[in-house]
């Protein structure tokens, strides 16, 4: 595969940003002396700590347990997709036909077949190995499930920084160089891992992507409306034609609202105390935290195209909130220690309706009820993205990626690694 092809599949592969530049040298040997100077400084650390945090891990498949069922069956099976659950679900029903299995039911005390029955099913198996093929197949059930799970908290995460870059197809990503690079880089910087600090976030515009930008704002026939899809600011959107800019707000709202209806039923579910976000162990942050950087992002690009159509009227008495993610109470305590305090926003968050309440009607709340619980809390609500599209900082500096161990940074990746087997920063027994 050429550079383009690689910076295509990196889209949802999790690369560093130094990595992505790497391959942005590749794709674009027309860059000029200055341009190729900031992209090289990002680039020539692209080989360094190779293989620990760089590739986000896809889920894993059924190998191992579609070989043991072919084995202990005694069939072939028939081809079979092991990284994807409806193949393996389908091969397990497949070979579960010789025991009159069913996905459906796989209780192990409650849904084997008594002798009585397995006689009436021509089941000539002996209780022994009955029992070990409904056993086999119920973990083979149970792996589809963990697949999907996995699946889509893989694909919630990789959507909640780059919003519909999955959209994208491959001719048209190859169809614009300049804009593809800007994507495949931008993309890169907005999926790095969260890092716990105290200060606020990085920037996710460096000197890199605003080169890259750049060149796409310097010539004619620049495909905005694919950047769009992963970079819905305003210096974007204003270059979209009206129909164009109408798609992608409705995208934009569609994510939203589906978004809202899934926090909505895991709010139920949870114990989360809305007026300081911690949550007590054994609450699944993991999930509400994944969900709640999709319901941010859509809801962030959904506004920006809302502003951008002169429409921001249509929600201006139904105006939903953003969501804070939840935090343990140890890094609640780090966070206050040297005398700091929750956030301003998680404050504004816990003054307004929930978000979803207000997106069904159930609940009224305003854009000036918005800005009177922000100015409460001296909360900016334009610049802070309450009630507009945020606007960055100052272009940020190429930072290098640090290596993470449960969101701690770690400065040797070889240490990283042994701290993360360990299970050092991870909520679990640690090593003495």
């Not at 409806?86 to 192990?108: K, M, Q, R």
Request: overall charge neutral; glycine content about 6%; aromatic content about 8%.
């Amino acid at each position: 595969m050429d550079a383009l092809d690689r910076l295509y599949d990196s889209l949802d592969a999790r690369l560093r940003p130094e990595d992505v530049a790497a391959l942005v040298l590749e794709a674009q040997p027309s860059l000029t002396h200055r341009e190729r100077e900031v992209v090289q400084y990002a680039a020539a650390h692209a080989s360094r700590r190779h293989g620990f945090s760089a590739v986000d891990a896809r889920p894993v498949g059924a190998t191992h347990q579609v070989a043991a069922a072919r084995f202990l069956f005694g069939v072939d099976g028939g081809v079979v997709d092991v990284d994807d659950p409806i193949s393996v679900l389908e091969f397990a029903a497949a070979v579960g036909s010789e025991i009159d299995w069913n996905p459906a039911h796989t209780d192990f005390l409650t849904d084997r077949l008594n002798r009585d029955a397995r006689d009436a099913a021509g089941i000539e198996l002996s209780k022994r190995q009955y029992n070990r093929r409904f056993r086999m197949l119920r973990r083979l059930s149970a792996k589809v499930s963990r697949m999907e799970r996995a699946r889509k908290m893989r694909d919630t995460t990789l959507f909640a920084a780059p919003g519909f870059v999955g959209a994208v197809d491959r001719a048209r990503f190859r169809a614009d160089p300049d804009a593809a690079c800007f994507i495949a880089y931008f993309t890169a910087l907005r999926e790095l891992r969260r890092e716990f600090v105290l200060e606020s976030r990085a920037n996710p515009f460096d000197l890199v992507a605003d080169v890259l930008f750049a060149r796409c704002a310097a010539r004619g026939g620049t495909d905005w409306p694919m950047i769009a899809l992963t970079c819905p600011a305003p210096d974007v959107l204003s270059r979209l034609r009206p129909e164009q800019l109408g798609r992608l707000l409705g995208m934009w709202s569609a994510a939203t609202r589906s978004i809202a209806s899934s926090l909505a039923a895991l709010w139920q579910s949870a114990s989360i105390d809305k007026a300081t976000m911690i949550v007590r162990q054994g609450v699944d942050s993991s999930t509400w935290n994944a969900l709640a950087g999709v319901y941010n992002t859509a809801r962030a690009g959904w506004i920006a195209c809302l502003h951008a159509a002169g429409l921001t009227s249509l929600i201006e008495h139904a105006w939903p909130g953003k969501v804070m993610r939840v935090m343990a109470g140890d890094l609640a305590a780090w966070h206050q220690e040297p005398g700091g305090s929750l956030h301003p926003d998680t404050s504004v968050w816990s003054r307004l309706p929930l978000p979803w309440d207000v997106l069904d009607g159930t609940v009224a709340c305003s854009r000036a009820d918005v800005e009177a619980a922000c100015r409460e809390q001296r909360v900016e609500p334009e610049k802070s993205g309450w009630t507009a599209p945020r606007t960055h900082r100052a272009i940020a500096r190429f930072r290098l990626t640090p290596e993470l161990v449960h969101g701690v940074a770690v400065s040797d990746p070889l240490w990283a690694m042994m701290l993360r087997r360990a299970h050092v920063f991870g909520g679990q027994d640690t090593l003495d």
